[in-house]
């Protein structure tokens, strides 16, 4: 296989002409064929000896009828569509196989087939391809081929179907454009890209332009088609071979910019333009049979899955086995043991995930063929151990011619290009050159596991030959088994690094927490001595975790700077309150001496207060006696109404404790009994003296007799002038006089006019009369 020299097309520029050249890469060798870009003819191309001998027994030559165009629009090789029956080929001849031939493969991989020539081999699996071709035929505009890992679903498709579509084995195929690409980490780059290589466009600036027509609109695939194509000549269609469909949930998701965004709108895109009636688009799809549950679970897929033509590939049978094994031996003049020939059939046949197996035992058994019997012998592979260990084998050999340190670079390497499954079987991944490193023991590595034919180099990207080699390498299986928790956590690294760089490096997309205490734990920094061992940290995955280091320690220190200056604010608290408790304390010091002052002036206050109270009740008390005396002496005297008058003082004198009853009791003793007829005469009254009341300021007194009058005397020196004249009392109640002085009467002829009334209210109150006065 000849690998690409990163060289442009002659006569393209840029990105389409760079990978127009990959597509018309030779399969064995040979040069490539020049396309023009434009017109439906071009030059005669020198291809494949093995191809070329198949087809006219002569190398280097084609035996294509002449008249028949080559070269269809953009070089796709064709048949006109006025063509009858293909003409037949010249009987094969035996060539001898020059010093760079290498054995053609049954169904060879992606980077042997880009040139879309059918190699002679691929006819193991011409049912299949028939069967597709039939879909195609009957406008099936979605084709979605299923097969487990290793079954050949790539070359059935790259080898197969994309040949037989360019050579016109649909009718009127020679006017299709074939666009064939992997998602990869960018899939609408990828899109985009064999999309202006098909239209036979080669302005890389369009690219980007493309990519945000897809990203903006479902429609985008559709419209952008639509205004490449109607341009050029024989209004061609669209075939969209999506190969390795499974990398829309393993490679795009590592990318920022290809997140599940860029994979849904690559789906959403297909999905619509393959969804139009008589469009100008159709697509094929391979997918890994353990991603199908991944693709129902995008609700507008699953629904186009239900009505799309899904193809199962079931592993090669037994006469698909020998056909694959011998046909490409005997087209060069070899031949294979039958014994070779019927284990390879045990070993192969109707089992999932073999072929790839297959391929590399073969290519062992090729390097090891006796030229002298001209014959694949079964020394050969027994030697080589079968088909399960005839990779392990070859790895085997290739560590052995590697020091100590250019083993632990392959393991480096390996474990870079190992996607680890979630929920599924672990995949390979294609990883840029200088993600693996560009030093020396690392590219010694490198080469050792290319010419092994264990990796393949393409592109500046390299990646494993074949999931097969993951699983049946048991050295790989035990690194990948013993470092799986670290190539997990450096693949989630890879992947966050990406999104961070895709997004302007933002400091919100950079780790924190948790996760980053953990890649350091297993990392270190990205460049001290942990980064010296097998697992290792690419520049821009180291340049993430440096930043998210140095972003946290920035955040930390700011948070530190904040805590400190929390802490100097609670500390100027802390002190504003032993201020405040000491003023408090203070003040409470001086109020409890001011509350103890003022307790002991109320105290002595209260003491002089009660020292003048008891001053003025012992004067009142001796007033009272003097008072008291006086009116005994006027009652010795037989001056009756002077002893009361000094008897009424005397008793106001007197506390409530003291005599204050007694003299109550002697002046009404004096009114009652010894004194009532000096009262009749010395008033005035008829009758007896039923009452008397002084006034509040002992100047007046009013009496009330049997007589039914009330008098009212004013007290003087000599004598008590009556102030009123006699009054008839209207009832008397009570009181007579209240503390003001007041006193009831009434006038007589306000009597007269009641009397009946008032003398049935003086009858009701029996003896008691009473008086008042109006003021």
């Excluded at 009718?171 to 899939?187: D, M």
């Excluded at 079987?425 to 490193?437: C, I, M, P, Q, S």
């Excluded at 006086?630 to 409530?656: C, L, Q």
């Excluded at 007829?677 to 009013?702: N, Q």
Aim: charged share 30%.
């Amino acid at each position: 296989m000849a690998e690409s020299t990163g060289t442009g097309h002659p006569g393209y520029s840029g990105a389409a002409g760079l990978l127009r050249a990959q597509w018309e890469r030779p399969l064995a060798g040979g040069r490539s064929s020049r396309l023009r870009r434009s017109g439906r003819e071009g030059p005669e191309s020198s291809g494949d000896p093995g191809l070329v001998a198949g087809l006219s027994g002569k190398p280097g030559n084609t035996a294509i009828p002449a008249g028949v165009p080559r070269h269809g629009p953009a070089g796709f090789v064709g048949w006109p569509r006025h063509r009858g029956a293909r003409p037949r080929h010249p009987r094969r001849q035996t060539p001898a196989p020059g010093p760079d031939f290498h054995y053609p493969l049954p169904l060879p991989r992606a980077q042997g087939i880009r040139g879309g020539t059918r190699p002679l081999d691929v006819r193991a699996r011409e049912r299949e391809v028939t069967d597709l071709l039939g879909h195609l035929r009957e406008g099936s505009r979605l084709l979605v081929l299923i097969g487990a890992s290793g079954s050949g679903k790539s070359s059935l498709v790259r080898a197969g179907l994309v040949p037989s579509v360019r050579t016109g084995e649909l009718n009127g195929s020679f006017h299709w454009r074939v666009a064939t690409l992997r998602p990869g980490v960018r899939p609408l780059d990828a899109l985009a890209t064999e999309l202006l290589m098909a239209g036979s466009n080669d302005n890389p600036a369009l690219i980007e332009q493309y990519v945000e027509a897809f990203r903006g609109s479902e429609k985008g695939l559709a419209n952008a088609t639509e205004l490449l194509f109607r341009k050029l000549p024989d209004d061609p269609r669209l075939l969209i071979v999506v190969d390795q469909f499974e990398e829309v949930f393993t490679e795009a998701r590592e990318d920022k910019a290809a997140t599940d965004s860029d994979a849904h709108q690559l789906v959403a895109n297909l999905l619509d333009a393959t969804a139009i009636p008589n469009g100008r688009v159709h697509a094929v799809l391979t997918v890994r049979a353990d991603f199908l549950p991944r693709c129902l679970a995008w609700p507008d897929l699953a629904a186009r899955l239900q009505g799309a033509v899904r193809f199962a590939l079931a592993p090669l049978g037994p006469q698909q086995v020998k056909d694959a094994v011998c046909r490409p031996a005997l087209a060069v003049g070899f031949d294979v043991e039958s014994a070779v020939v019927s284990k390879l059939v045990e070993e192969v046949a109707g089992k999932t995930g073999t072929l790839p197996l297959l391929q590399h035992l073969l290519r062992e058994l090729w390097e090891a063929r006796d030229e002298t019997r001209r014959i694949l012998a079964w020394t050969g592979y027994e030697k080589l151990g079968g088909v399960h260990k005839g990779i392990t084998h070859s790895a085997a050999r290739m560590l052995e011619g590697l020091g100590p340190e250019e083993q632990q670079a392959v393991r480096k390497v390996i474990g870079r290009l190992v996607h680890l499954g979630e929920g599924t079987e672990d995949t390979r991944r294609r990883a840029a050159r200088e993600e693996l490193g560009e030093d020396p023991t690392t590219r010694t590595a490198l080469d050792a596991l290319v010419k092994a034919r264990l990796v393949s180099v393409d592109e500046g990207h390299a990646e494993i030959a074949h999931e097969a080699l993951i699983r049946e390498w048991d050295i790989l299986r035990g690194w990948i088994d013993a470092d799986r928790a670290r190539l997990q956590l450096r693949q989630e690294i890879r992947r966050a690094a990406k999104a961070w760089d895709a997004g302007g490096r933002e400091v919100a997309d950079l780790w924190r927490g948790g996760r980053l205490t953990r890649a350091t734990e297993e990392f270190g920094e990205g460049t001290d001595e942990k980064q010296q061992d097998r697992l290792t940290l690419a520049s821009l995955e180291a340049g993430f975790l440096a930043t998210s280091l140095a972003a946290r320690r920035q955040e930390e220190e700011e948070r530190e700077k904040v805590r400190q200056e929390q802490l100097r604010q609670q500390e100027r608290q802390m002190e504003l309150l032993k201020k405040l408790a000491e003023a408090t304390r203070k003040r409470f010091r001086l109020m409890t001496v001011f509350a103890v002052i003022a307790i002991l002036l109320m105290v002595i206050a209260g003491w002089k207060a009660w020292q003048a109270n008891r001053q003025e009740q012992i004067a009142e008390q001796l007033l009272a006696n003097n008072h008291w005396a006086s009116g005994m002496g006027a009652e010795k005297g037989n001056d009756p109404i002077t002893a009361v008058h000094f008897y009424a003082k005397a008793t106001r004198g007197y506390s409530e404790a003291t005599d204050i009853r007694a003299g109550r009791l002697k002046l009404q003793a004096i009114q009652t009994v010894h004194n009532a007829i000096a009262l009749e005469t010395v008033i005035g009254h008829d009758g007896r003296v039923l009452g008397a009341a002084f006034s509040a300021d002992e100047s007046r007194i009013l009496t009330w007799s049997w007589d039914r009058t009330a008098r009212l005397w004013a007290f003087g020196v000599d004598d008590f002038p009556p102030v009123y004249l006699l009054l008839r009392v209207e009832v008397i109640t009570g009181t007579a006089m209240d503390h003001l002085g007041n006193v009831r009467v009434l006038k007589a002829e306000e009597w007269k006019e009641r009397k009946a009334e008032y003398d049935r209210i003086a009858r009701e109150h029996g003896k008691s009369a009473g008086a008042s006065r109006r003021p």
